[in-house]
């Protein structure tokens, strides 16, 4: 009985604190019909503090399909339920259009977590490799007529082709060496897409012809062929474990402060088990500084970090993650610190 008590007290300790960590905005709707452009972040944030505690309010209706899915005109209402606080949805009614020849129902789409548009050039083209990838790729030997520099129209010439990857292919070149600040681990290297090639003949030497570029294609330039998939826009933010650590490695757009919506690189991925959807928050790291009040002028301190924002991980690779930033306080560099969001 005594152990039966012990642990029920537990649980309803657990319960609590969870409860507590909850903490609603100030100003919360009490209802929010749901419309063309939220996304899911943007409405976490109308009805809480802290967006990534979404899961914890989130009443799921399994009489509903697709429960984990949000439609425009949906209906979310903030109600009490023992003390705790949880979002119920209505959903709204399913639009539909009418073509004079065929009768379509045509369901909207679920609004997406965060906003797609900043992300649409991470997803469509791969932009992490290893470097047994670089040595494994096709890659273009020559172009035509003599070209050392080649474009939109040009054809060029590849060797490496295997006939089963298809005729479509994106064209890249490796860039930045992605490596652990900690360990020096080499964790992968950049890839900077430069065009889209179709095959038209694939032998020892293969012809492809660029369709779209956006910077010259050069002799040497690696090719890796373009495998439709599918991006989960739909997913809840969530917090990873509690002793979850990491260092931003890179940015993109040769930017050195990022802002909201710009895209940073982790150095940690799917064998930390980082996964889409996890929110981290971003610690700049402080300045090292000398101590000018003590007598020993070597004497050298580091200033505490200070907190900068929050990232949501949306692409995850084995060893290096993407991250978009979703708040950011003060600017945010290559070596700040990430760690679980709270």
């Known amino acids: 009985m005594r152990r039966l008590f012990l642990s029920s007290l537990f649980m309803l300790l657990s319960f609590s604190a969870l409860a507590a960590d909850v903490v609603l905005k100030p100003n919360h709707p009490q209802k929010h019909v749901v419309v063309r452009g939220d996304t899911l972040w943007d409405i976490s944030g109308m009805f809480l503090k802290y967006p990534w505690h979404w899961p914890d309010i989130w009443q799921v209706n399994p009489q509903i ?7 425009p005109g949906d209906v979310l209402t903030l109600v009490y339920r023992d003390g705790k606080p949880v979002l119920e949805l209505t959903r709204g009614p399913t ?29 469509s083209r791969p932009n992490v490799v290893g470097a047994e990838v670089l040595d494994r790729a096709p ?3 020559a172009g035509a007529d003599e070209r050392l520099i080649s474009g939109t129209g040009d054809k060029v010439y ?7 990857d298809g005729q479509h292919y ?9 490596r652990d600040p900690i360990t020096k681990e080499i964790l992968g ?65 040769g930017v050195s402060q990022v802002g909201q919506y710009q895209v940073v690189v982790l150095n940690r991925g799917e064998r930390e088990d980082l996964e889409v959807g996890h929110a981290v928050s971003v610690y700049q790291a402080g300045d090292v500084i000398r101590d000018i009040v003590s007598a020993d002028p070597k004497d050298i301190v580091t200033l505490p970090d200070e907190y900068a924002g ?31 969001a709270d």
């Open 65 to 71: 399909e697709n429960p984990h899915l949000i439609y």
């Open 95 to 123: 639009p539909y259009k009418m073509s004079p020849q065929v009768r379509e129902m045509a369901l909207e789409k679920a609004i997406p977590t965060i906003p797609l548009d900043a992300l649409r050039p991470f997803l």
């Open 139 to 141: 890659y273009v030997v």
């Open 158 to 164: 590849v060797r490496k082709v295997d006939e089963l």
């Open 170 to 178: 994106s064209i890249f070149r490796g860039g930045k060496v992605y």
């Open 189 to 253: 290297y950049e890839a900077i897409y430069t065009a889209d090639a179709w095959l038209s003949e694939i032998a020892e030497v293969s012809t492809a012809e660029l369709r779209k570029t956006t910077r010259e294609v050069l002799i040497g330039d690696r090719l890796l062929p373009v495998v439709d998939e599918d991006y989960e826009a739909n997913f809840y933010p969530h917090s990873p474990e509690d002793n979850f650590e990491g260092h931003i490695i890179s940015v993109f757009d």
């Open 310 to 340: 929050v990232a949501l991980v949306f692409k995850t690779f084995e060893k290096v993650s993407y991250a978009i930033v979703m708040k950011a306080n003060r600017a945010i560099h290559v070596g700040d610190r990430v760690s679980a």
